[in-house]
Structures are given as structure tokens and as C-alpha cells.
């Protein structure tokens, strides 16, 4: 009888550990949607810096969560730049359309909620070019560029956080063989958490 008890005793545990390494994962519903409008400084930067001053811009963007970390989604944006020579007849501006990934660390228990961002965009962009010795007219072009970031959500309530963010964005004319404009969009906003 005691030998039985101890065989009972000293395999409860060992039952327990296996059920417990065989049972399947707690599966977290990650059926939500994160939208973020913004609005904010375009900052030049590089030689796009020696043509045109810091501007503004302002966007709106969806994602969607495939599980606790990452979303993807798009968005839109519109920047403006001012230029600094004078016969330029308007403003340097893009109108983007951009595909984005964004990694979140899961810290629940954290007054932030950082996260890293990478894209792809279609910039449709009007721009000032010289067209003789006097005379500097608008034109238009559309290129792809890059984009990558950093932003934090400060949660207000379940549903809401502020927001902040900072992406460099990264495209050129004629496909890449003209000429380069970089420039950072900083960035205050809103974002919502959909489910």
C-alpha cells in the first residue's frame, strides 16, 4: 500500500507537468483595428534642406493587427514645403499613399506604448523647375520612396491615446536618378483602437 501511494505521488506531478506542456496555447484575440490621425512639421533634411524651409503635413492611416505586436495596413498624408527662393510660384508639395508595418513590444503594464514603423510610398509630388533662364514653373511627377519611424501611444482610455511620431521619408524624381528629397515629418495626433 505504501509503495502504491508513493508511485501515486510521485507520478501526480509528473501527469500534471505533461498535460500541462501538451495543452494548447491561450490564443489572445488580436481582432482589432488601429487608426491614427495626425498632423504636424515637415523638417528638410540633406540637400532638399539647401532648396526649401520646414513646411507642415498632416495624415490619417489604418492598420490592422495580426496578433499582439504587429499590424500592417496604409495611409495617406499631404506635405508642404515652402521654398526659399522667391520665384518659385507655389510651394513644394507630396500627396502620399503609403503600405506600412509597425512592431509594438507588448508592455501592458507600461505608461507608453512605443513602436517602430517601415513603409513603402507612392509620393505624387509638385515641384518647381526651371523651364529658361527666367521663367520657374510647377510640374508634377510620381515616385516611390521609403519610409521609416519611430512613435509612442500614450493610452487615455481603452480606446484612445495620444500619440507621437516621427518618420523619415525618403524618395528622388525621374525614378531615382533625380534629384533626392528627404525630409522628416514630426508629428502629434490621435489614435484609436477599434475591435
Do not use: C
Amino acid at each position: 500500500m505504501k509503495r502504491l501511494l508513493f508511485v501515486i505521488l510521485f507520478m501526480l506531478p509528473a501527469v500534471f507537468a505533461a498535460a500541462a506542456l501538451t495543452r494548447p496555447p491561450k490564443v489572445y484575440n488580436v481582432d482589432y483595428w488601429i487608426a491614427n490621425v495626425k498632423g504636424g512639421v515637415s523638417y528638410p533634411i540633406g540637400e532638399f534642406a539647401n532648396h526649401v524651409t520646414p513646411g507642415y503635413n498632416f495624415g490619417i492611416s489604418a492598420r490592422k493587427g495580426f496578433d499582439m505586436e504587429f499590424s500592417a495596413g496604409g495611409g495617406f498624408s499631404f506635405i508642404s514645403v515652402p521654398y526659399k527662393a522667391e520665384t518659385a510660384p507655389d510651394n513644394f508639395s507630396a500627396s502620399v499613399v503609403d503600405a506600412e508595418l509597425a512592431w509594438a513590444p507588448y508592455l501592458p503594464d507600461f505608461f507608453v506604448w512605443p513602436y517602430l514603423k517601415a513603409g513603402v510610398g507612392m509620393y505624387i509630388m509638385k515641384y518647381a523647375k526651371q523651364k529658361d533662364m527666367t521663367t520657374v514653373e510647377m510640374t508634377s511627377e510620381t515616385s516611390f520612396g521609403l519610409i521609416f519611424g519611430v512613435g509612442a501611444n500614450y493610452p487615455i482610455t481603452k480606446m484612445f491615446a495620444a500619440n507621437l511620431e516621427a518618420l523619415y521619408n525618403h524618395v528622388s524624381l525621374a525614378g531615382g536618378t533625380g534629384d533626392l528629397n528627404t525630409f522628416l515629418t514630426i508629428d502629434l495626433g490621435v489614435t484609436i483602437f477599434l475591435k
